[in-house]
């Protein structure tokens, strides 16, 4: 499998995952959701561990392997604490739709990471892209 | 900057920047750790979060149907995530990180389709741009 359709199927996936939020929001807290998805998470534990190398792992790979999930956590929570204060969504998600800017910030300064002029192009329309498809003007708070 | 604004902005920024860490954590622990494997870690490290959830006991609504679609979520979004890593492993995360940041596409198509929500002319731009973005990057 290609970087290219691992990407189409995530897209795909977490496609789904931005319409039953939409559906979630009418019926559950942002909190809630936020717990039964974490639920969600739980219940695929079983399935991983068939081809588990976790307890070869060096120290190092299992620490940022964790911060991955608490910093996506730590993503929402920060979103959903915009919402309390006030941020309206047709503003707070497409801006915060631009977080892969940080990652190729950091995958440029930090893994040394280049990129051709026709992919540069090719990012940053993703980018802007990406914000534009978020926006919606009247959108309800806490989705 | 009016203190209002700089209220709701500070973690709107927060956001941003702890999603674009993870995508950053993700392409890093991907070079020694298989998918499946960033996956079980990925979950380890939501549980602090959902537990403080717990914990505070506050904001906490939800009827069945809730319930349910949360864990739906949780599992569409756990397989997403093993795709996800799999990306950051075999691509470059300055690539892999804003492509996949392409799907709200599926939503918005979703979206017009099952919730008959109209799209705005934002959205239809969007669209364009990310398929002249698919071409750059698929060449």
Redesign the interface.
Known sequence: MTWLVASLITIALWGVVGLLQKMGSQHSTSNSLMLWTTAGYLLLLPFLFTDSHLLALPARALVVGVASGLTNGLGAWSLYTAFERGARASVAVPLTALNPLVTLVLALLVLGERLTVAQTAGVVLALIAGAMLSYEPNAKEGA | MKP?LW???A???????????????????SA???A???????????????IY??IRR??????N????????????????????F???A??????????????????????TT??KERL?R??M???V??L????????
């Open positions: 209002r209220h709701w902005l973690p709107a920024l927060m956001a941003c920047l702890w999603w674009g860490l993870f995508g950053f954590l993700a392409k890093l622990g020694d750790v298989n499946y494997d960033m996956q079980v870690l990925f979950t380890v490290g939501t549980i602090p979060i959902a959830i717990l506050a904001g906490m609504r939800a009827n149907k809730g319930r349910l679609i949360g864990a739906v979520i949780g599992i569409f979004a756990g397989v997403g995530g093993i795709a996800y799999a990306a950051m075999r691509g470059k995360a300055s690539i892999v990180g804003p492509v996949t940041s392409l799907f709200p596409m599926v939503t918005v198509l979703l979206a099952l919730l705005n934002v959205q731009a969007g669209i741009l990310a002249i973005s698919a071409a750059l990057l698929a060449t």
